[in-house]
């Protein structure tokens, strides 16, 4: 029997129609059996999981709770995060298939430097090192470096820790294609890109003008 790809979205209650889009458009192109779930901060601080303060700087919801992907998963086998404003374009198995077990993650290493001042939702735009690594990444649960994210380490260890991978080592993070992660302002490309991330917004749900509008908008009336 084939196994299931794990898939964690993020979940924001303020865009939620996001993470079900962002689900819909990978179930439409898989006959992969799937597990989806939605990281609801909700749910997991009444489990007891999640108890950190909340940061007047977190863009969203799960801005930490996507760290607690290998804790949910009981630090065995591989997992995907993946931010709600994303719009898969292909078939998730292929992402799945480039699975390394030399690595205890593995994102697509973007030397993002931002020159908008605010992003989604009118929330500052912050700079920093390995910006965006953590909105797609592919997990090996049963890593060492994995089982380091404790739930007391997520819970107390700040953004910085956690976004910039300082809890793993460089020679532990691998690479994935950059078409799993096209960042919207980067434009059209000459072929589609596999996963389209909305990072400056989602049409039909921020104001402004948007590539790849009209790929959602076909998503949302599939």
Not at 141 to 153: D, K, P, Q, V, Y
Request: net charge neutral; proline share 5%.
């Amino acid at each position: 029997m084939t196994e299931s790809i794990r898939i964690f979205i993020g979940y924001d209650g303020g865009e939620g129609l996001a993470s079900l889009i962002c689900q819909k458009s990978i179930w439409r192109r898989t006959d992969h059996p799937l597990q989806i779930f939605l990281l609801d901060q909700r749910i997991l601080r009444s489990l007891g999981l999640y108890i950190r303060d909340r940061d007047p700087r977190a863009s969203t919801e799960f801005t930490y709770t996507r760290f607690l992907v290998p804790a949910l998963c009981g630090y065995q086998g591989w997992a995907l995060f993946v931010d709600a404003d994303f719009l898969f374009q292909a078939d998730i198995s292929e992402l799945w298939a480039l699975r390394d077990s030399r690595y205890a993650v593995q994102v697509v290493k973007h030397n993002y430097q931002p020159e908008e001042t605010t992003k989604m939702g009118g929330i500052p735009q912050a700079q920093y090192p390995r910006k965006n690594w953590s909105s797609l990444i592919l997990w090996n649960c049963g890593h060492e470096a994995s089982r380091t994210l404790a739930l007391h380490t997520i819970n107390s260890q700040s953004g910085a820790y956690l976004h910039r991978f300082q809890w793993v080592l460089d020679q532990h993070i691998g690479s994935l294609p950059a078409a799993w992660n096209h960042l919207e302002p980067q434009g059209v490309t000459d072929q589609l890109p596999k996963a389209i991330h909305y990072t400056m917004g989602i049409p039909g749900i921020h104001r402004g003008s948007f590539n790849f509008t009209s790929e959602w908008e076909d998503e949302v009336r599939a």
